[in-house]
């Protein structure tokens, strides 16, 4: 299946967002330390990165407390999954599961849908037009 958007260039513009508007809006009012951890996951398992745990807590922008908290949920929820590194079996690497990139992609393609039907572009880039003259935006 070929999606619409490009969803992975979705989620960085979204964590750019995300994080623009922390100049102006404190974290603790904004903050949603699951969803950005799941937005940095996809990231940086669609670049080939690997995510140590501490790496994923910073990226949440939540105390460590916190964000260990929301992993474990994520965790829970089978989401998020916990490995041991390979090299270093002291660290801990953390994976979407499937079943997290499949539940991050659809609901970063619903926010553009809703986005695009609602006459907004948030997270989207310049629509094309189509043969029919209506125009489809390219994340």
């Given at each position: 299946?070929?999606?619409?958007?490009?969803?992975?260039?979705?989620?960085?513009?979204?964590?750019?967002?995300?994080?623009?508007?922390?100049?102006?809006?404190?974290?603790?009012?904004?903050?949603?330390?699951?969803?950005?951890?799941?937005?940095?996951?996809?990231?940086?398992?669609?670049?080939?990165?690997?995510?140590?745990?501490k790496s994923a807590c910073h990226a949440s922008g939540?105390?460590?407390?916190?964000?260990?908290?929301?992993?474990?949920?994520?965790?829970?929820?089978?989401?998020?999954?916990?490995?041991?590194?390979?090299?270093?079996?002291?660290?801990?690497?953390l994976t979407l599961t499937e079943f997290g990139q499949?539940s991050v992609r659809a609901a970063l393609l619903s926010?553009?849908?809703?986005?695009?039907?609602?006459?907004?572009?948030?997270?989207?880039?310049?629509?094309?037009?189509?043969?029919?003259?209506?125009?489809?935006?390219?994340?």
């Amino acid at each position: 299946m070929t999606e619409r958007f490009d969803v992975v260039q979705a989620a960085k513009r979204m964590l750019r967002a995300r994080r623009r508007r922390e100049r102006f809006i404190p974290l603790e009012v904004l903050g949603e330390p699951g969803w950005d951890i799941l937005l940095y996951l996809l990231v940086s398992q669609a670049e080939g990165r690997e995510v140590p745990l501490k790496s994923a807590c910073h990226a949440s922008g939540a105390p460590t407390s916190t964000a260990m908290r929301c992993l474990q949920r994520l965790r829970g929820h089978q989401l998020v999954a916990f490995d041991a590194d390979p090299v270093d079996r002291r660290r801990t690497l953390l994976t979407l599961t499937e079943f997290g990139q499949a539940s991050v992609r659809a609901a970063l393609l619903s926010t553009c849908e809703a986005s695009l039907e609602e006459g907004l572009a948030i997270g989207c880039e310049d629509p094309v037009m189509t043969d029919q003259g209506s125009a489809k935006y390219v994340v």
